[in-house]
């Protein structure tokens, strides 16, 4: 459990929208063990209860992340280079 874990927050970590939908089936389907219902990333894997966990039950305040697309990663990149130079 703890791999699918693992693997859902290093692959699909930086998905957004619509993507982590289709990667959350992507998982389920490609996973042969019991994962929760509902979305893959509200919950976590609870290493003492061996268990499925929401994240809820750990954190108190849920701050809402809007995206906000306005450039290219690419060009994140190119401004960060120019900075350095």
Known sequence: MMYIFC???????????????????????????????????????????HRWEKWQSKVQLIITYIYIHTHTYIEYDIYSIIQLL
């Open 7 to 49: 693997l859902i927050w290093s692959c699909g970590a930086q998905l957004v929208g619509d993507s982590r939908v289709k990667y959350d089936a992507f998982i389920k389907k490609l996973a042969r063990e019991a994962l929760p219902d509902g979305l893959i990333y509200d919950h976590f894997f609870d290493l003492t209860t």
